[in-house]
């Protein structure tokens, strides 16, 4: 147990060292790599623990104890900020202090206690009002953070669907993966708790020593979570950095019409449909749609109107996204080709890179979504 718990504080900071050096480091990178120099610190001092005895652990456990509330809140700050298009670090982060903050505070009792007290308190957590109260307190402020977070994450995937042709790189599925990994991390150690709360006896109790094992057990859970976390990580790049210039970044709500959306906009309905014309005999003619990293930007550059106004048009008249406007004219394509006789020898690869998708998996998962079938039953059935 303890040389995996070494293993992670070891590989937590060499991912932590790998993330400064990248030369163009963005605040969410930034932030990765604080999230990961504590990791470091709480599995050396976990590490530590364990090789001085449980008497250490007692009683100087409770420092690490906050600390599930500061990683969730960063996570839910990482997150911001790789989906956020201002590359910068926002004053209204501070505020997440409050949460660890009043995490602390309740715990000072528990640290103030005489170690008798403390040993009594391991031996018993269960049935401590009080140190069931802190944990209380603790999952609150976890569940709210993962909540938050996954809102966050749906909330981006459908913004970069009004923006962007593809989602390679850029979509977070990953980020998503690990924090419903969070979500079923949470659900354990609660049902734990509240199954030793109920059924636990004091003569059933644990003694010190088996006491800090276990927890020092659910510590070491979050050594695969480093991993996954530092290797893609480091892997991901900025989003919106570049791409979208600040002023034309406004992002509609999913959750109204497009009629009240746009109720607002200077945009009139015959120069929209005018538009959309020129909009539909520009990807006729030009196949803007061939290049497999197009964005509404350049689209809209060339057609010499805003993004917002380009984004109006194809929401309004044709009632879907960027995305999905651009990749119904790839799957045609692509549909034509699976036909066509003389592409019959073509792999599924080389026909995803000739119609403008990026990687056979989206090309498959995208034709689906429009066929109703992958591309290679689309091709067997024809």
Known sequence: MEVLLLIGAIQSCFFAILVLSKKRKSIADKILALWLAIFTLHLAFVYYSFQSGYEFYIEYGHIPSGLLVVYYSLMYMYTESLTSKENVFKAKWLLHIIPTAITYICIIPLAQLPYEEKVR???????????????????????????????????????????????????????????????????????????????????????????????????????????????????????????????????????????????????????????????????????????????????????????????????????????DFVNSYRVDLAKQKLIDPSYKNYTILSLAYDCGFSSKSSFNSIFKKFVGLTPSEFRNKI
Not at 170 to 194: K, Q
Not at 220 to 237: E, K, M, S, T
Not at 243 to 262: D, G, W
Not at 293 to 317: F, G, H, R, W
């Open 121 to 323: 308190l391991a031996t018993h957590l269960t049935t401590d009002s009080y140190a069931i109260f802190v944990f209380g307190i603790t999952m609150l402020f976890t569940t709210i953070y993962l909540v938050a977070t996954l809102r966050l994450l749906k909330r981006h995937k459908i913004s970069i669907r009004k923006m962007f042709s593809y989602e390679e790189n850029i979509s977070l599925n990953w980020l998503r993966i690990l924090a419903i990994l969070l979500v079923f991390l949470w659900v354990g150690i609660s049902s734990l708790v509240i199954n030793a709360h109920y059924y636990e006896t004091t003569t059933l109790a644990m003694q010190p020593k088996d006491h800090m094992i276990q927890d020092m057990q659910g510590t070491a859970v979050f050594v695969i979570f480093i991993f996954l976390l530092g290797f893609f990580g480091i892997r991901q790049q900025a989003i919106y950095s570049i791409q979208i210039p600040k002023k034309e970044t406004t992002v509609m709500s999913s959750t109204k019409s497009a009629s009240n959306r746009y109720e607002k906009s200077g945009l009139k309905k015959e120069d929209s449909e005018t538009h959309l014309k020129r909009l539909l005999k520009y990807m006729e003619k030009e196949k803007p749609y061939l290049n497999e990293k197009l964005l509404l930007k350049e689209v809209a550059e060339k057609m010499d109107i805003s993004t917002n106004y380009l984004s109006q048009v194809i929401n309004e008249n044709l009632e879907k996204n960027f995305f």
